[in-house]
């Protein structure tokens, strides 16, 4: 019987070496997808109860409060364009252009608003939170 080249059992080791670091990048870049879902799913949340929360102290200015609404669905927007998954997308693109379709012009209207998302913000909580589960 022959003795194996020296390059066989080289070149086997570096194919495991190559399939185990090809394996553990794979999982690792499961568990990194895993925590940055994570972080948006608190982060959209986290948008809308800012939102709500700045909303509820404007009540007497009506332009503040629509610039308000406008940025927290833009912000839920930007993180819909970013989001992996495709639940949280869609429900922070919904909750996203709720926020931005509000008319807020005078004290009528921003009463309405105002009540509106106080009401609403527990249920856009639970949609995008609903999504990451």
Do not use: H, Y
């Amino acid at each position: 019987m022959r003795p194996l080249p020296r390059r066989i059992p080289v070149l086997a080791a570096s194919v495991l070496a190559a399939a185990l670091v090809t394996t553990g990048c794979s999982e690792i870049q499961e568990v990194s997808q895993g925590i940055d879902k994570a972080q948006q799913c608190v982060q959209a949340a986290g948008i809308v109860t800012e939102t709500a929360a700045k909303v509820s102290g404007l009540l007497n200015d009506p332009a503040a409060m629509e610039q308000a609404l406008n940025e927290g669905g833009a912000k839920l927007g930007d993180l819909a364009n970013d989001a992996a998954n495709t639940s949280l997308k869609e429900a922070a693109e919904n909750v996203s252009g709720t926020l931005e379709g509000f008319n807020v012009n005078d004290a009528n209207s921003a009463v309405d608003a105002a009540q509106k998302v106080a009401t609403d913000s527990v249920q856009w909580v639970q949609q995008l939170t609903n999504a990451c589960g």
